[in-house]
């Protein structure tokens, strides 16, 4: 089997990117779906801007749309050729716009989004992403629309050019595909079988990224702990992640997402004994039952995942443990949903991402007996947000009074405005608001707070100052890159500026050597 290339992609200027009277012509990039989507649409902006095209200004209509899809549920089918419905419209009132549509439904329904959607110009898949801009180009010149589905991987994604969305962090794919069946899962058959990166070549992207300023990467991939397995290194991923430690100006490491199947206790040493690592770890359960695990073909059962907890939470005492639910799978009884219940409570995640369960064409469970009726789902459903949202407002309760190292962020919080607090996470990536007292200095994003944790809601800690406190800030270069882009875009710093993204930075993890 052939390995997908390493060596970084250079995306030429193209004449579509231009309009006859000479303007750049803009674009926007629509993400649904997961983290592996967004930073795949970094990589799109990155192609977009090498070969000539503009950001779009907030608010104003794009020359060119690309939505990137999701299809890891049912409703993402729903979400996009409504989307593209509205886009139509727009189409129409603007000459010479064009609408792509890439990513995993792409790839699925292949020739589907141009028969349910002909004015769609560009379809592409998972394994083309650098394709884009001359599929563009090949649109325009013909005036007809373009279809590119590759069915194996040719180049990692990380050598493609990058428009990062933040200076202060940087998403890092270790690997791509995934090699287990899951039987709820389109993923596998959508982004092929697991294709692992050279260690060096991640350590030089990661050190690239400080370069450029950022001082905390989160680590990527479908199965991210099993990170090796193409080089026969089932410790690689603890090996990597010690490496990262020893990155000069890196000074938080995260990763997403792991498989307790896969998830060893070399790596909770590694997370342990690695100062730069957070203490933080997302960890998929998606049912408590067994039985149901089995039919989910998930190689764990309830007792090694709580297990895996226990080890985690004794190496790292104050560690954040969040999740991935499904309720409602075939099959699922009040019985399975109680063990379900039973797991989350003894878990006691600071977090969950639940989900009802949809189905997925293509996939076994799509065709499995005893659907579960949705009525009953949804009652499922709701019982387990409220037992959830309970354990994290107790276990953001346990925050209030201590003191956090907090990562200002271009502002998280949708009230951040009207209440005059900034927005951070803290090194367990909770999010937290604080307040700037009057009189006090205002943080950059990618500047690092010290805050108290005064008040906890179930989505967040807040940290208001003492009376004729002063707001604690650590400078960083982090902070420093996110001003001089600021200044270079001509605008003016202050704390609650519009984050300004980076430079494009082409894919050169192979660049550095000697590592």
């Known amino acids: 089997?052939?390995?997908?290339?390493?060596?970084?992609?250079?995306?030429?200027?193209?004449?579509?990117?231009?309009?006859?009277?000479?303007?750049?012509?803009?674009?926007?990039?629509?993400?649904?779906?997961?983290?592996?989507?967004?930073?795949?649409?970094?990589?799109?902006?990155?192609?977009?801007?090498?070969?000539?095209?503009?950001?779009?200004?907030?608010?104003?209509?794009?020359?060119?749309?690309?939505?990137?899809?999701?299809?890891?549920?049912?409703?993402?089918?729903?979400?996009?050729?409504?989307?593209?419905?509205?886009?139509?419209?727009?189409?129409?009132?603007?000459?010479?716009?064009?609408?792509?549509?890439?990513?995993?439904?792409?790839?699925?329904?292949?020739?589907?989004?141009?028969?349910k959607a002909p004015w769609v110009d560009v379809v592409f898949g998972t394994h083309n992403m650098g394709s884009l801009p001359q599929?563009?180009?090949?649109?325009?010149?013909?005036?007809?629309?373009?279809?590119?589905?590759?069915?194996?991987?040719?180049?990692?994604?990380?050598?493609?050019?990058?428009?990062?969305?933040?200076?202060?962090?940087?998403?890092?794919?270790?690997?791509?595909g995934c090699n287990n069946t899951c039987t709820f899962c389109i993923v596998p058959s959508l982004r092929g079988k697991e294709k692992d990166r050279r260690p060096g070549d991640i350590l030089n992207e990661i050190r690239l990224l400080v370069d450029d300023g950022a001082i905390e990467v989160t680590l990527l991939g479908q199965n991210v702990n099993s990170y090796g397995v193409e080089f026969g290194d089932r410790h690689a991923f603890g090996k990597l992640l010690r490496a990262a430690g020893d990155v000069e100006g890196l000074e938080r490491v995260r990763f997403t997402s792991p498989h307790p199947a896969a998830?060893?206790?070399?790596?909770?040493?590694?997370?342990?004994?690695?100062?730069?690592?957070?203490?933080?770890?997302?960890?998929?359960?998606?049912?408590?039952?067994?039985?149901?695990?089995?039919?989910?073909?998930?190689?764990?059962?309830?007792?090694?995942?709580?297990?895996?907890?226990?080890?985690?939470?004794?190496r790292m005492p104050d560690a954040a443990i969040t999740t991935d639910i499904i309720v409602g799978f075939p099959g699922e009884t009040e019985e399975d949903f109680q063990e379900t219940l039973r797991v989350v409570e003894e878990a006691r995640f600071s977090s969950a991402f639940t989900f009802q369960y949809s189905i997925r064409e293509g996939t076994p469970a799509a065709t499995m007996a005893d659907q579960v009726p949705k009525d009953v789902v949804q009652e499922r459903y709701n019982r387990l947000m409220e037992l959830q949202?309970?354990?994290?407002?107790?276990?953001?309760?346990?925050?209030?009074?201590?003191?956090?190292?907090?990562?200002?962020?271009?502002?998280?919080?949708?009230?951040?405005?009207?209440?005059?607090?900034?927005?951070?996470?803290?090194?367990?990536?909770?999010?937290?608001?604080?307040?700037?007292?009057?009189?006090?200095?205002?943080?950059?994003?990618?500047?690092?707070?010290?805050?108290?944790?005064?008040?906890?809601?179930?989505?967040?800690?807040?940290?208001?100052a003492p009376a004729g406190a002063e707001l604690r800030i650590r400078r960083t270069r982090a902070g420093d890159a996110w001003e001089n882009a600021d200044a270079a875009s001509c605008g003016v710093p202050s704390a609650d500026t519009t984050q300004q993204a980076g430079p494009v930075r082409l894919g050169l993890p192979a660049l550095r050597v000697g590592v």
């Open 263 to 314: 998830f060893t206790d070399d790596v909770i040493d590694a997370m342990a004994e690695t100062e730069n690592v957070m203490p933080q770890l997302h960890m998929p359960l998606q049912s408590g039952s067994d039985r149901i695990l089995r039919a989910m073909r998930r190689s764990y059962r309830s007792r090694k995942f709580l297990g895996i907890l226990e080890r985690v939470r004794e």
């Open 135 to 176: 599929l563009l180009e090949r649109s325009r010149h013909n005036e007809e629309a373009e279809l590119e589905i590759l069915e194996s991987l040719e180049v990692f994604p990380s050598t493609l050019p990058t428009k990062r969305d933040n200076i202060y962090s940087g998403w890092v794919s270790i690997s791509v």
């Open 1 to 115: 089997m052939t390995m997908p290339s390493s060596a970084p992609t250079l995306i030429e200027p193209s004449f579509a990117a231009v309009t006859s009277d000479g303007r750049a012509r803009s674009y926007e990039v629509r993400t649904f779906g997961c983290q592996m989507n967004v930073h795949d649409s970094e990589r799109l902006s990155g192609s977009l801007e090498s070969a000539g095209y503009v950001k779009a200004p907030a608010g104003e209509d794009a020359d060119v749309v690309i939505i990137n899809t999701c299809a890891v549920r049912d409703n993402a089918a729903g979400k996009l050729y409504g989307t593209l419905g509205y886009l139509k419209s727009r189409k129409e009132k603007h000459e010479g716009m064009q609408i792509a549509v890439g990513g995993c439904l792409a790839q699925m329904d292949k020739d589907a989004v141009q028969e």
């Open 389 to 464: 949202q309970r354990i994290t407002l107790e276990e953001n309760q346990k925050q209030l009074g201590r003191t956090l190292e907090v990562l200002v962020s271009k502002g998280e919080g949708k009230k951040d405005a009207a209440t005059l607090r900034l927005t951070g996470r803290a090194e367990d990536n909770r999010l937290v608001h604080f307040e700037v007292p009057e009189g006090s200095d205002a943080p950059r994003p990618g500047d690092v707070v010290t805050v108290t944790v005064t008040h906890a809601a179930p989505s967040h800690l807040l940290a208001d």
